[in-house]
């Protein structure tokens, strides 16, 4: 059974830091590419960042290109997003998110985690 578990949300005060962290687990995820979306407070949820488990390709939305670092320990079956100079829109759900192929729609994602809370503070 497949189980993506994410942690690492929090509150946290604008130009504040955090990271999360996502551990997969239930089946080998070396030939797919595993990711972050979020969801605000009455938004669609969207994404954010992507990865190759090689680690060689990542891909980020506009809004948060420059400040938020995606990584992947394939040893560890982890994946990592360092999110600096957070701002108050960055608030939102995030969710670990693992596909057969890139993609940036929702909709496409084949498994998801049960997502962490964050909230950025002014």
């Known amino acids: 059974q497949v189980q993506l578990v994410e942690s690492g949300g929090g509150l946290v005060q604008a130009g504040g830091s955090l990271r999360l962290s996502c551990t997969a687990s239930?089946?080998?995820?070396?030939?797919?590419?595993m990711g972050w979306f979020r969801q605000g407070p009455g938004k669609e949820r969207e994404f954010v960042a992507n990865?190759?488990?090689?680690?060689?390709?990542?891909a980020y939305a506009d809004s948060v290109k420059g400040r938020f670092t995606i990584s992947a320990d394939n040893a560890k079956g982890s994946m990592y997003l360092q999110m600096n100079r957070l701002q108050p829109e960055d608030t939102a759900v995030y969710y670990c998110?693992?596909?057969?192929?890139?993609?940036?729609?929702?909709?496409?994602?084949?498994?998801w985690g049960q997502g962490t809370q964050v909230t950025v503070s002014t």
């Open positions: 239930g089946r080998n995820f070396s030939m797919y590419t």
């Open positions: 990865i190759g488990w090689s680690g060689r390709y990542t």
């Open positions: 998110a693992v596909a057969a192929l890139s993609t940036v729609r929702a909709d496409r994602i084949n498994y």
